[in-house]
């Protein structure tokens, strides 16, 4: 009887243990559980910047050639500025996107445009019927026309009569080259000097390696305006054009935000205000 009784003592003992020890280990358990939940990141949403309508406000890259006073410059904080930049951040303002710029060759912008590495061109891009079959051009916003440009003290060149054997510096892809092109085509000129900037252009006028320069007549002139003394143009403007922004064939969205926003600028005042500014840029 008395080894019965030490047996179920014994056995008491080590239920009560056994017992115990899964209480504790259930107990580890739910702290450890109970630690990661408090220890999980939570996870946090964005707020995204959202348009007058309630949408998100979707961000293009604005591809520019940011060496074309005053349209497009890079300022000494090495910010990109100017008057096409002034015009499209109001664009867009007006019609509830963002804009991003990136700065590439002028010659690179319609292949950038069209492998998608850039949604807009903002460059005072000459609106031509070469360049509409390979981009779609939003409304004009400003008209310019090609000017013929000489150094300062220059008597013997006074029109394209005057161009005969003569060198000629232009920027690279430019309406300015296309009109080279033509007039060598016809005898006119002996040599084309094409450049990726047109301040290289206009650089190469000044040390004379360069008879005449043929480029953008609102361009030379904030140049002329910025340096009286150095070159002047000569003659009528060669021929009338129109600059638009461009953006890929087809992207009849982001067209038509740009038209709506273009004349709603220019309803309320706004385009003429920027148009004021123009002389500015030639500061930076």
Do not use: W
């Amino acid at each position: 009887m008395k080894k019965m009784l030490k047996i179920m003592a014994m056995l008491f003992v080590i239920a009560t243990v056994v017992f115990a020890a899964g209480c504790a280990e259930q107990g580890e358990e739910e702290a450890a559980e109970g630690t990661a939940e408090e220890s999980a990141p939570v996870e946090e949403t964005a707020s995204a910047e959202v348009n007058a309508s309630g949408e998100d406000m979707p961000t293009y890259i604005v591809g520019t050639e940011a060496q074309f006073p005053p349209f497009e410059i890079v300022d000494s904080r090495g910010k990109v500025v100017g008057f096409d930049v002034d015009l499209l951040n109001a664009i867009a303002e007006d019609q509830g996107f963002k804009v991003q710029y990136l700065d590439q060759d002028f010659a690179g912008l319609i292949p950038a445009l069209q492998t998608g590495n850039i949604d807009i061109i903002a460059s005072g891009m000459t609106i031509t019927e070469e360049r509409e079959q390979e981009v779609d051009f939003s409304e004009p916003y400003i008209t310019a026309g090609l000017a013929l440009a000489v150094p300062i003290n220059n008597e013997e060149i006074q029109s394209v009569d005057d161009l005969q054997g003569k060198t000629v510096a232009v920027q690279t892809g430019s309406t300015g080259f296309m009109k080279a092109e033509e007039l060598k085509e016809a005898g006119g000129i002996a040599e084309i000097k094409d450049f990726p900037h047109v301040n290289e252009a206009i650089e190469e006028l000044k040390i004379g390696g360069a008879d005449v320069m043929i480029n953008d007549l609102p361009v030379t002139e904030a140049f002329i305006a910025a340096q009286p003394d150095v070159i002047k143009i000569v003659g009528e403007p060669l021929n009338s054009e129109s600059y638009g922004f461009a953006v890929r064939t087809g992207n009849t969205e982001l067209l038509q935000k740009i038209n709506t926003g273009l004349e709603n600028v220019k309803a309320s005042g706004q385009y003429d205000e920027l148009l004021t500014n123009l002389p500015k840029y030639m500061e930076e």
